[in-house]
């Protein structure tokens, strides 16, 4: 751990704080220049509850899990106050019924993993500038983080327990179609909880990336990334990544859509690491669109020399190579990943309004020495209803991993029911 990271947590906040409200009320032209009761009158309460059941069925296992969650978030978002706010919310996490699977610290190991222990923390309290500085964000404090397709740093919004960090994030963009971004992560909260050894990982890590769209049909991103661990057993994560995503489509006329993406990222030893890495990640996706329907083929590779495979330990690793989630973790001989995406969206028209169809396929093989690892298929079908207090989501997934030379055959089954309530601000 950091040496007292929720020390710095609650310093950066009230010193950030002090000085502000110090600032504004010595400054002559700002005074009297907004009404101070907007910073609560415009507060909005944030409420988001999410149901689970998930069963999975895992060779190697005498006993299949079946796992029945529910996670609370609520809290609030307050007004601007030149431009000043706050953001605070909590998660409950919490098992229904008798624990039938391993949530990571249970001990229950006679049963297949499903990461949702139980829980109850601080998700989210920061402090946030906009345009307080013109064309300037700056967030302070325990933040959720996102970049960009979340194959670096991501929430892990999938699980019930979110992942974020304890971190100084600014944005700036005063240049034309420019977003410059850099992060200060002092520590990050993973979604294995505060009960777990592993939950909190204090760092001393930055990150620096550029996003820019000038170009018509394509967004680019170079990035760094520089993780420090201070654990010394996550020392063979201290990992400097360099590299750029490009996202982008181009209209071929008014039924169809040319889809296109890539990444390219290099990858090397970094503070305290014991190994010598130099390794390569690359992933090229094309696709079309027509009405409601998307197709998209993709080929990822994050390489491996037998020792050291490319590890994104940040990222939210369920978007990729598969919803079973083998490869959250690069083995040792890197990871090829062929695969293939359809979404269909139907008309929002009638009861079949909001309804999603999501179907993928894959094909897994070692980047070193090439054996094949297995193949997956997902599906899943949902649906979104919107009523005047907020919208209901409704899931129902299903996955299956056939292994080859590499783990095992694995099913799993999710049924999600979600309410996230609509946020009002407290005049209304």
């Known amino acids: 751990m950091s040496t007292g990271p929720m020390q710095w947590h609650l310093r950066s906040l009230l010193s950030l704080a002090v000085v502000l409200l110090c600032a504004v009320g010595a400054n002559p032209a700002w ?83 499903v990461a949702d222990p139980e829980d109850f923390q601080v998700n989210q309290l920061y402090l946030v500038w906009k345009d307080t500085i013109p064309h300037t964000l700056l967030k302070v404090g325990r933040q959720r983080i996102i970049w960009d397709n979340a194959r670096f740093i991501g929430n892990v919004g999938f699980r ?18 420019t977003e410059v971004e850099y992060i200060y992560l002092d520590e990050v909260r993973r979604i294995f909880g505060t009960n ?34 201070d654990p010394a057993a996550f020392a ?21 859509t040319l889809l296109y993406a890539g990444s390219l990222a290099y990858q090397e030893d970094y503070a305290d690491n014991p190994s010598d890495i130099e390794l390569w990640y690359y992933r090229i996706e094309g696709g079309v669109g027509y009405g ?36 959250l973790v ?34 897994f093989w070692a ?11 997902d599906a899943g079908v949902f649906k979104k209803i919107v009523t005047e207090y907020g919208a209901v989501h409704l899931g129902l997934q299903y996955a299956s991993y056939h292994a080859e030379s590499f783990s095992t055959d694995t099913d799993k ?3 999600t029911v979600q309410f996230k309530a609509a946020a009002q601000p407290l005049r209304n």
């Open 160 to 177: 019930q327990n979110e992942q974020t960090f304890d971190a100084i994030r600014g944005v700036i963009t005063a240049l034309p179609d």
């Open 330 to 363: 690069t083995p040792p001989d890197g990871l090829e990943d062929l695969y293939l995406s359809l979404d269909v969206k139907l008309p929002d028209e009638g009861w079949l309004s909001n309804l999603v169809i999501k179907a993928g396929y894959h094909q």
């Open 31 to 113: 005074a009297g220049s907004e009404d101070w009761r907007n910073l609560f009158l415009d507060t909005e309460i944030t409420l988001d509850t999410r149901y689970r059941f998930e069963f999975v069925d895992q060779n190697g296992f005498p006993k299949n899990a079946r796992a029945n969650t529910i996670r609370t978030r609520a809290g609030l978002e307050t007004g601007r106050l030149y431009g000043v706010g706050a953001v605070f919310d909590i998660e409950w996490v919490e098992g229904i019924g008798s624990e039938r699977y391993n949530d990571t610290i249970n001990g229950k190991v006679q049963f297949p993993v």
């Open 236 to 256: 063979d994560l201290d990992l400097a990544s360099f590299g750029v995503l490009l996202d982008g489509g181009h209209d071929l006329d008014e039924d169809w």
């Open 367 to 377: 980047d070193k020495g090439g054996s094949h690892y297995g193949w997956e298929w």
């Open 292 to 327: 409601a329907f998307t197709l998209r083929a993709g080929y990822e590779v994050l390489e491996g020399d037998r020792t050291n495979a490319f590890q994104t330990p940040l990222a939210t690793g369920h978007k990729f190579n598969g919803l079973t989630d083998q490869f």
């Open 196 to 229: 777990s050894p592993v939950g909190d990982l204090g760092l001393n890590s930055h990150g620096i990336r550029i996003h820019y769209n000038g170009v018509e049909g394509i967004a680019i991103t170079p990035f760094a990334l520089l993780l420090d661990y």
């Open 413 to 415: 089954l999710w049924l």
